[in-house]
């Protein structure tokens, strides 16, 4: 018989390795932890993260380990949480321990930590929100009303010109609104440096904000490798992605600064009111910080959310004609052939109000929440929840749930029946929970709104047609990624009527 050598290095080696297991065993016997896939030793469920919708893998997995399931990414404990009434009572009624977010390695290299989307619960994530929370409010955010509508009514035009520049259309215009409401400042093109920009920061942060995607994140020792080593480009991309968010978030608010004494920096928006609430004095080093920052980050939160919910409603209009004309007799009764609608007609238009809901309930654009964290141990429903674990609501499952919403899969503004507690209910899950609560909920709810009544006030929307000239309908597909959108479909947006389409004509393309 021979008998294997075995080195001092690969002894100490297999030794750590077993250490390992029987102190990931300890743990396990320990703590009653909630049900998930079975992990293996050391990596624990790395392996089985799905890079594509994670939100169906795990919904399809929360059938079989129910409404927390837990799962283990080297250490790093996470609970995905399907079902609404835990993920309110963790994150809503337990919210001083749940209001912390992950720390997430790759974020932190590339400093999206610095945003108010993934700060920790510090001051510095109170003081962000401190300064635009006054401008966010139900009421205060009547006042972009108008510059909504007017938005929304270019957007419209621009689309029945030509369809095939819809996602264009999207980012430009949205990048109007919110720079504008933002820092005063109006893009002309979409290459605006300020908006190319802002998207850019924005896919970057989609792709460090997806816990579990980058292997940092779950083996942090990794960071301190020199950048030389041949496997850690991750190191050189975080640089470049911070050095460009550095730029994103403190250009435009330079700009806005500069050009409140120059008149050019249109009135009134966010940096300027802050301003102004501190007397027109500039604010000191760590508020102006905080500005800077809180202000990048209502840029990015607002962006990719509104594509994705257009998007959406776009794709269910089209498999849905019934429902959109519906819509349409709606709005044509309240509303009439005379004019446009308005973000005011909202209160009486509640099958308009029941297609929104839908559109968020089918397609929730951040499907899984923005990540919390849990401050300290717990225990719910006889479940440890250790301290640090990732909290990942699967707002999508919840969705989902056929004893929530009969027929999940179907389209139906009826099953609200115009009830609006239960249209709230719904679409408040879309914007999270608790403390860290989307701030761009009120002003983005007008918006969408006005997208929506505006088109379908004005146009049929139809399938997109094949080179042989038959119809094809869009599949339900979404993109990978923390704020995801439907994959590209194609479609036709016509006109109702030439005087629906001469309304929009008449529209001043001035933004003021
Ligand atoms: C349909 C549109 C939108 C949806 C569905 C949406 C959804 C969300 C969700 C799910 C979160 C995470 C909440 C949590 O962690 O519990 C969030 C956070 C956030 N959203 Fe939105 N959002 C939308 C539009 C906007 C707009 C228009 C703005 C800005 C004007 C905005 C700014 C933010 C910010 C700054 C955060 C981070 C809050 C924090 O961590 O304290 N969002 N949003």
């Known amino acids: 018989m021979t008998s294997l050598p075995l080195s001092l290095p690969s002894l100490a080696l297999t030794l750590v390795f077993v250490a390992c297991i029987l102190v990931d065993l300890r743990r396990r016997r320990r703590q009653r932890l909630p049900p998930g896939p079975r992990p293996l030793p050391i990596i624990g469920n790395v392996h089985q993260m799905p890079k594509e919708m994670p939100w169906v893998v795990f919904s399809s997995w929360a059938k079989t380990y129910g409404d927390l399931m837990y799962m283990d990414f080297m250490g790093q404990p996470a609970i995905i949480v399907s079902d609404r009434t835990a993920a309110i009572e963790l994150m809503e009624k337990r919210s001083m321990n749940y209001s912390d977010r992950p720390v997430l390695e790759m974020a932190k290299l590339a400093g999206f930590h610095q945003t108010m989307a993934l700060e920790h619960y510090n001051d510095n994530w109170k003081i962000q929100r401190r300064l635009i929370s006054p401008d966010y409010s139900p009421v205060k955010v009547r006042k972009y009303w108008p510059l909504q509508e007017k938005v929304t009514r270019l957007f419209v035009r621009n689309i029945i010109e030509d369809v095939s520049a819809l996602r264009d259309n999207l980012r430009l215009q949205l990048g109007v609104i919110i720079l504008r409401v933002t820092y005063g400042y ?65 250009s435009p608010y330079n700009w806005a600064i500069e050009n409140i004494p120059t008149g050019l920096s249109l009135q009134p928006n966010l940096v300027s009111d802050v301003i102004n609430r501190h007397n027109g004095k500039p604010l000191n080093g760590a508020d102006e910080n905080a500005l800077v920052w809180a202000a990048g980050t209502m ?32 709005l044509d009764s309240v509303v009439g052939h005379d004019r446009l609608p308005s973000i005011s007609d909202r209160a009486d238009l509640p099958y308009i109000r029941g297609i929104i809901t839908e559109t968020l309930r089918r397609g929730p654009p951040v499907p899984l929440c923005t990540p919390h964290a849990a401050h300290e141990d717990d225990v719910y429903r006889g479940y440890a ?66 997208i929506v009544a505006t088109i379908l006030a004005t146009c049929d929307v139809l399938p997109g047609l094949d080179v042989n000239g038959k119809e094809v309908l869009p599949k339900v597909e979404y993109e990978a990624g923390s704020i995801t959108q439907p994959k590209p479909f194609p479609l036709r947006i016509k006109p109702r009527s030439p005087q629906a389409a001469a309304l929009l004509t008449d529209v001043s393309p001035a933004i003021e």
Not at 312 to 318: A, V
Not at 395 to 421: K, L
């Open 186 to 250: 109006s893009p002309q093109t979409p290459e605006d440096k300020f908006l190319v920009g802002g998207f850019t920061a924005l896919d970057n942060f989609a792709k460090v904000a997806t816990p579990g995607m980058w292997l940092v994140d779950v083996l942090p020792i990794l960071k301190y490798l020199p950048s030389w080593l041949p496997g850690t480009s991750f190191l050189k991309t975080a640089q470049d992605w911070g050095k460009h968010l550095e730029d994103t978030v403190r």
């Open 299 to 330: 840029l990015g939160g607002a962006l990719e959310t509104n594509i994705s919910v257009t998007l959406t409603f776009l794709m269910y209009m089209i498999l849905n004609p019934e429902v959109q004309r519906k819509g349409q007799a709606e």
């Open 385 to 450: 929840i250790p301290k640090g674990a990732w909290i990942m609501a699967n707002i999508w499952h919840m969705y989902n749930d056929p004893e929530q919403f009969p027929d999940p899969e179907v389209f139906s503004p009826e099953r609200y029946n115009g009830d609006d507690v239960e249209m709230e209910k719904v679409k408040g899950l879309a914007f999270g929970f608790g403390r860290r609560t989307c701030p761009g909920k009120h002003f983005t709810e007008a918006l969408f709104y006005s």
